[in-house]
């Protein structure tokens, strides 16, 4: 088997795979270095129940419970890796979300979203204004809907121990190594890349929007990247300034809405993480006038959220 594409996909593909098979050959060949790219760089929400954002009742009209179910055993799966291969238990934390609510209508969105998890029998709790200066030291939120049932990785230090552990067991992982063709003879592919060339009888894309870079859906993608931004470490007075808990994360019961996080420093430090500003990017690149701008946008969402600490 060889795996195209070292991410959360990729690398639990390749540990499904000496699951089901632990005589089975696997190589997993990645274009950039482990954890250095989407799979490292993003917020670390492994998040276990639906929700649509463009609905109007933010719960949709899809199986959830079939949902939930798939939701949970991924995270049980990731669970068992972190038990495995020894993953540091930070990079892992049950801490659950909340859904943060700074205007009216985010908040009318947290109601309907707790009565369609009650109709699931599903646990929640609604947070006040006060709750939510509790725990993020901010003012800005109106209020808030915990859910219990979301895992808060630390992303780049799950997926590194994830490739380690794998490596240990036989798995075969080659970084910097872009695949540029797949050739079919006979039963089997020729997996090429500019070091060299590896055969497999079957092959497995963990590429993302990448998948029309060879040959497949042309045309049917859309490439959307999301912008993230951290603070340096913050000290001891600005931890002072900002209250709260050292550790929470918050996703957005507006759909417009910003995604803030805080780490500590068994997460790579005491900052806050904020992450907002899409941008539709056809040619799958993204240039110095993108970052620019989202630099910019997250700075207007940071201040109002955090304007003591920033002052």
């Given amino acids: 088997m060889v795996i195209v594409g070292a991410g959360f996909a990729g690398l639990s593909a390749a540990r499904r795979l000496q699951q089901i098979d632990p005589r089975a050959a696997v190589t997993v060949l990645e274009a950039g270095r482990i ?35 798939l939701n949970r055993q991924a995270i049980a799966f990731a669970f068992g890796a972190v038990t495995e291969y020894q993953i540091d238990a930070h990079f892992f934390d049950r801490a659950g979300k909340v859904n943060g609510a700074a205007s009216a209508t985010a908040h009318a969105h947290n109601q309907s ?23 993020t030291g901010s003012r800005h939120y109106l209020g808030g809907l915990y859910t219990p049932g979301t895992v808060m990785l630390q ?21 910097q190594r872009s695949v540029t063709a797949l050739t079919r003879t006979g039963d089997s592919w020729t997996v090429t890349t500019p070091q060299g060339r590896v055969s497999a009888g079957r092959v497995i894309q963990t590429v993302n929007g990448h998948l029309e870079s060879f040959g497949f859906e042309k045309g049917r993608l859309m ?48 900052r806050i993480v ?26 207007q969402k940071f201040v109002p959220a955090f304007r003591s600490c920033a002052a």
């Fill in 274 to 299: 904020t992450r907002t500003c899409a941008t539709l990017a056809p040619d799958r690149r993204i240039g110095p006038g993108h970052v620019q701008r989202a630099a910019r946008v997250m700075q």
């Fill in 35 to 69: 954890a250095e790219s989407s799979a490292g760089r993003n917020s670390g929400f492994m998040i276990d129940l639906p929700h649509d954002l463009a609905s109007e009742d933010y719960a949709g009209a899809g199986d959830d419970r079939a949902m939930i179910a």
């Fill in 113 to 135: 979203y707790a009565a369609h998890l009650a109709s699931l029998g599903e646990q929640c709790e609604m947070l006040d204004a006060q709750a939510m200066v509790q725990l």
């Fill in 223 to 270: 490439q959307i990247f999301l912008s993230a931004v951290m603070t340096p470490e913050l000290d001891a007075k600005a931890l002072a300034r900002l209250g709260g808990q050292s550790r929470w994360g918050l996703t957005p019961s507006d759909p417009m809405g910003t995604t803030v996080r805080r780490i500590d420093s068994g997460q790579g430090g005491n």
């Fill in 155 to 175: 992303p780049a230090g799950y997926i590194r121990g994830l490739a380690a552990g794998l490596a240990r067991g036989g798995v075969q992982i080659h970084e």
